[in-house]
């Protein structure tokens, strides 16, 4: 049923009129009465007993004959739930997209078309005299990469064989074409990917998949957002031909997101990309399960129980038996545990490779530097930087620069005694909207015209943080006559010609270069490294690195970052060895007693309401409870550490202990997390 309730959380046995005998299947979408109430349900599997000994009611309707719930995805959601301390229902709400009754009487690429709509599907009004029970049974299953077994090594390319898919661009990693036949002689080998600089990771990942289709078997691709998702979908159409693969993205709107998710559960496609609406799509046949930066936060679902596509996609490969690729520039500490524990094999380039791919590389803040120009240390732009940006121009290359705040000014302070300019309505930050703007605060929107310092009662106002359409202002004074574009949250831009330009972006937002960047500029390092956040470093790497590999190879790219060189993020980029940091993340998160070398849970609410349900729960005798830590809102938080090998029996403890404060309707809701991206 749908109804996400915790106490709930179980299948319930119907019995199925003999008018609804052929349609009723397991997989489709039905009404039951339920404490007096008509509410939504799934039919889960058909039994021709129930083990129930009290009178069973009779399924209302059947709302569609679409089966499309298919087995495995109840499989894995009822997993899901369990590892997220979660509901089958609300899972399952993620997993299916909601019905389009017109896309589903839409002709089928063979003639046919779908059965009449529910409303024909009633049963009559009368008891039918036989009926056969049906009994919606619940798969129980906990698995994923917590204890994972070994992974199979990637076998040695043999010399001489055959290759079904050319591996390109593989080639410049040793066992990349390794990787290609096991995916084609149907096996199931599970990787992490290091990308090496300008590397076309779209073309990558379509060589992979094209190499599982070629293997009989299908694929599943997660990328973080529409821009990604755009790249994919061309460099697949390139490979395997219009018509083979579907995109799954909740932009695409409910007709043409149900369409394309209708044609994945025919098994009319073989493959289906997407963001992360796409975890959760039917494959028939799964041969391998694919995502790419996986340290994006938008692979995180912000829809309980928060599920995160890295974690749902390795959960399919144990249930599939499935191939596994995590990709990306940089890596999280996620993927290296993966390696550690033998569950993944590495493809990664040698280092006379990546030398000969990554461009020149060079720190801000390191002592040579300083000695050279000591403004560095507290320029917002140090003339090796400004160096930099100006020769790419003099060459007619465009030049990007990263900028991690988005706006003009978003912070500012008092001119004379620098005290933060906060609104008096609410205390939230005051922000200049433009030049000649109003300040107006940033959470509840007044605009503060008359603002006076509360400390000084000074009303001239200066920067404390600037954003990217102010680093655009600045930038175009600075270079003048060279067109300037930005890309950010109002207009985000997939590419760029190659001429000399100035391009100002936010994180994420950086557009691919016709030929690449002669300069990268790395501004405001020390908004994203002094961030309180567990990730805070993992973060900042994973962004420069995708915006430095944009650049062009050395001597022709440059990469300026504004930041001390002895910071070990700074020094991995330099390098340009994710690996080293992920393993160096790893292994103080261990030390430290950080997720992912533990399970941890987050409980957040009002702190009664906190105190209650963690009362209610029987805990491991090994769980530490941590806290509290403010929360948002005036709540608190607190968080509940394990062993990675008692995490089943914490989301259990929780999930009971929400079920219990659900049956006897306690009034302030908690929001239960594992494994949260934030955890203070």
């Known amino acids: 049923m749908d109804v996400g309730l915790a106490h709930l959380d179980r299948p319930f046995d119907y019995l199925v009129p003999a008018e609804l005998d052929e349609v009723a299947v397991p997989g489709t979408r039905v009404k039951v009465r339920f404490a007096g109430q008509l509410v939504d349900g799934w039919l889960l599997s058909r039994a021709d007993d129930s083990g129930h000994t009290g009178r069973l009611a009779y399924l209302e309707k059947v709302v569609s004959p679409e089966p499309v719930l298919a087995p495995e995805i109840a499989r894995l959601a009822r997993a899901v739930a369990d590892r997220y301390a979660g509901s089958l229902a609300d899972v399952l709400r993620l997993a299916v997209p909601p019905r389009h009754a017109r896309v589903e009487k839409e002709p089928r690429d ?29 798969a129980s299953v906990r698995s994923g990469p917590a204890d994972p077994a070994p992974a199979d090594p990637v076998p040695a390319d043999p010399v001489g ?21 096991a995916l084609t002689d149907g096996r199931a080998p ?3 990917w290091s990308a090496l600089p300008g590397e076309d990771w779209a073309a990558r990942y379509a060589d992979a998949v094209a190499a599982t289709v070629a293997g009989g078997r299908g694929a599943v691709v997660v990328v973080p957002d529409a821009r990604d998702l755009d790249r994919l979908d061309a460099a697949l159409t390139g490979v395997l031909g219009p018509g083979r693969h579907v995109s799954l993205s909740a932009a695409l709107g409910p007709a043409r997101r149900y369409r394309a998710f209708l044609a994945a559960r025919r098994g009319q496609v073989p ?49 599939a038996e ?58 917002r732009l140090p003339s090796l930087a400004w160096t930099a940006a100006r020769d790419a121009l003099r060459q007619d290359l465009p030049v990007l620069v990263q900028v991690p705040r988005r706006g003009y000014l978003p912070s500012i302070s008092c001119a004379e005694c620098r005290t933060p300019a906060r609104c008096e309505h609410c205390s939230g930050p005051l922000a200049l909207p433009s030049a000649g703007g109003t300040p107006a605060c940033r959470w509840c929107a007044r605009v503060a015209a008359a603002y006076a310092c509360p400390e000084c009662g000074g009303r001239r106002l200066r920067a404390a943080v600037t954003g990217a359409r102010r680093t655009a202002e600045e930038l175009g004074r600075a270079f003048p006559g060279v067109p300037v574009r930005t890309s950010g949250r109002e207009e985000v831009l997939t590419d760029v010609p190659g001429g000399a330009a100035l391009v100002v972006t936010t994180p994420g937002a950086e557009p691919v270069a016709a030929g690449g960047y002669g300069a990268v500029l790395l501004l405001d390092s020390w908004a994203l490294l002094t961030r309180a956040d567990l990730r805070a470093g993992e973060e900042a790497l994973r962004r420069w690195l995708a915006a430095a590999a944009l650049a062009r190879p050395a001597p022709a790219g440059r990469v300026v970052v504004v930041a001390d060189g002895a910071l070990a993020p700074v020094q991995a980029l330099l ?3 994710a690996a080293w940091f992920a393993g160096r993340e790893l292994a103080e998160r261990r030390e430290l007693g950080f997720p992912p070398a533990v399970r941890m849970a987050s409980v957040t609410g009002a702190a009664e309401a906190v105190a209650d349900l963690l009362a209610a729960a029987r805990l491991p005798d090994d769980a530490e409870v941590l806290g509290p830590v403010p929360a948002e809102e005036g709540r608190e938080r607190m968080l509940v550490r394990v062993p990675r090998a008692r995490a089943a029996a914490l989301a259990e403890a929780l999930h009971s202990a929400a079920g219990v404060r659900a049956a006897r309707k306690a009034a302030d809701p908690v929001r239960l997390q594992v494994d949260p991206l934030s955890l203070f």
């Open 575 to 577: 390098r340009w060895d």
């Open 190 to 192: 599970r990787a992490v």
């Open 110 to 138: 063979d003639g046919t078309s779908v059965p009449p709509d529910a409303d024909t599907l009633d049963p009559p009004a009368a008891e039918p005299s036989t009926a056969r029970p049906g009994l919606p049974a619940s």
């Open 322 to 379: 499935a191939g596994a690729l995590v990709g990306g520039y940089a890596r999280t500490a996620e993927a290296q545990l993966l390696l550690e524990t033998g569950w993944a094999r590495e493809v990664v380039a040698d280092r006379a490779t990546v030398r000969a791919r990554i461009p020149a590389i060079a720190p801000t803040g390191d002592d040579p530097q300083l000695a050279r120009d000591p403004g560095a240390a507290t320029a």
């Open 271 to 319: 493959v289906v990309i997407g963001t992360r609406a796409a975890m959760f799509a039917p494959v028939d046949r799964l041969g391998l399960v694919a995502i790419w930066d996986d340290g994006d936060d938008l692979h995180s679902e912000p829809r309980s129980p928060y599920p995160h596509a890295r974690d749902v996609l390795l959960t399919r490969v144990q249930l």
């Open 161 to 181: 064989a055959a290759d079904p898919v050319d591996p390109r661009g593989w080639r410049d990693y040793p066992t990349g074409p390794a990787l290609l036949r």
